[in-house]
């Protein structure tokens, strides 16, 4: 079999694999079940098994890589469809992406001051909490690493959605509004898959916290770089 059909096929068996696992998460909406890091890890015990390489894959794999684009902008239309819900919380919205941007990048400064990291990861790193198009291109032109970036990004939405949830019932926050705000500003894409299932309006508040961020992050880091 050429590489290009074990591609296709490999692509095609991760649309089912993911659909499957996502039925599974319905049914137990178990942190650890979700269908980005099930489907993850069984892709990964398939390629290694099989002897795919991550080349091979990425043949078929880049029809959905390409399909991230159009899939952020899509958000744009659960937006507009609950704009005046949008209008009447941008208060707590600035709010949470300021608090969630000074925390992401206060806290990559200090733990890289503290360790002696290069300047070159630490403008890996900062993107981390942006959405990975936006994040891949910050860091390149920040003279960062992308590929690092993009891996520090899915660290940053795995932890987000794992723990995310945990983390604000310690911390007595019960409103699914703040909760979505969070998860979107933090977690990006995958902070949104979660608040998804929360309701169409902390999906909204979600989408616009994560799309701030990133217009913020892209307008902020380069002049926090310059004078650090």
């Not at 659960?78 to 206060?106: D, E, N, Q, T």
Request: hydrophobic residues 55%.
């Amino acid at each position: 079999m050429t590489s290009f059909l074990i591609g296709v096929l490999m692509v095609c068996l991760t649309v089912v694999i993911f659909f499957w696992m996502r039925r599974i998460y319905l049914k137990k909406p178990n942190p650890f079940l979700l269908p980005v890091i099930t489907t993850t890890f069984i892709l990964f015990v398939l390629l290694v098994a099989s002897g795919t390489s991550y080349e091979t894959y990425m043949i078929g794999g880049a029809w959905l890589n390409e399909l991230m684009g159009p899939a952020i902008v899509a958000l744009a239309y659960p937006l507009y469809i609950k704009r005046h819900v949008v209008i009447k919380f941008s208060v707590m919205i600035s709010a949470g992406v300021a608090s969630g941007l000074m925390i992401g990048f206060g806290s990559i400064f200090a733990l890289s001051t503290l360790s002696g990291v290069e300047q070159v990861f630490v403008a890996s790193m900062l993107p981390k909490s942006i959405t990975a198009p936006v994040a891949v291109e910050l860091s390149a032109a920040l003279n960062g690493i992308p590929p690092l970036t993009a891996v520090f990004v899915l660290i940053a939405g795995l932890t987000g959605i794992l723990f995310g949830p945990t983390v604000m019932k310690w911390s007595r926050i019960n409103s699914l509004n703040s909760k979505s705000i969070a998860l979107g500003a933090a977690s990006h894409a995958m902070g949104i898959s979660k608040a998804a299932e929360y309701g169409d309006v902390p999906l909204s508040m979600s989408s616009i916290a994560m799309i701030v961020s990133a217009i913020s992050a892209s307008i902020l880091l380069p002049i926090v770089l310059f004078f650090v």
